[in-house]
């Protein structure tokens, strides 16, 4: 089993649009609506974003969205705010198993 | 709120037995809400290892590359979910995490724990 793959940076600066990719395989991100995104900061444990492709728990902002498309899902913050700087994970299920992203830490500059 | 709190020893030798807790409180292990508990761990200054995970019924899943070493189970007299990893090696070094998965979500962890930290060395 094989870790999904998310680019190690992306960076914006305050009010730009970034995305963050996550690439699977049919047997995980492609083959089930069970994509998780999780935020990061340094020192801290992580927090759910984004559960099942496309929903945000109550909470968590709406410049915060995700979907899919094959075997690759995406996260977009929109607007980027300072508070944003942080590393984000993918997750899929994966059959019986769950699998995470390699993480992505985004900066803004 | 669900609230958990991990805790373990810290330092283990090499080829020594991990022995973790999670205490969870706001709520019972078996709350009908909770579909899993759930291990998660993290070497330092790396990614996120998804290490297994226990239903409200006992039953486990574990990771393909610890499943000889691991256990994982739940003590209802302590509210507590407990994981044992023998056979210790560095590489099982890192921060590891508890997480809930709640039930409106097939696969996610909505509740996290903020970490123990274990390091094997001798």
């Known amino acids: 089993q094989s870790a999904l793959t998310q680019p190690r940076s992306v960076s914006g600066s305050p009010a730009e649009t970034v995305t963050i990719s996550c690439t699977g395989t049919?047997?995980?991100?492609?083959?089930?609506?069970?994509v998780s995104w999780y935020q990061q900061y340094s020192g801290k444990a992580p927090k759910l974003l984004i559960y099942?492709?496309?929903k945000r728990p109550s909470g968590v902002p709406a410049r915060f969205s995700a979907s899919k498309s094959g075997n690759t899902a995406s996260l977009t913050i929109s607007g980027l705010q300072a508070e944003d700087e942080a590393d984000y994970f993918c997750?899929?299920?994966?059959?019986?198993?769950?699998?995470f992203g390699g993480g992505t830490k985004v900066t803004v500059l | 709120q669900v609230q958990l709190q991990e805790s373990g020893p810290g330092l283990v030798k090499p080829s020594q037995t991990l022995s973790l807790n999670c205490l969870v409180s706001?709520?019972?292990?078996?709350?009908?809400?909770?579909?899993?508990w759930g291990w998660i761990r993290q070497p330092a200054g790396k990614g996120l290892e998804w290490v297994g995970r226990?239903?409200?019924?006992?039953?486990?899943i574990y990771s393909p590359s610890l499943k000889s070493r691991l256990t994982m189970s739940l003590d209802t007299s302590t509210n507590q979910v407990s994981l044992k990893l023998k056979s210790l090696i560095a590489p099982d070094t890192g921060i590891y995490y508890c997480?809930?998965?709640?039930?409106?979500?097939?696969?996610?962890?909505?509740?996290w724990g903020p970490g123990t930290v274990v390091t094997v060395s001798s």
């Open positions: 049919s047997d995980d991100v492609g083959g089930y609506n069970y």
């Open positions: 997750c899929s299920f994966a059959g019986s198993y769950t699998l």
């Open positions: 997480a809930a998965n709640f039930g409106n979500s097939y696969d996610a962890f909505h509740v």
């Open positions: 226990v239903y409200t019924n006992g039953g486990t």
């Open positions: 706001g709520d019972s292990i078996n709350n009908p809400n909770v579909r899993y």
């Open positions: 099942d492709v496309t």
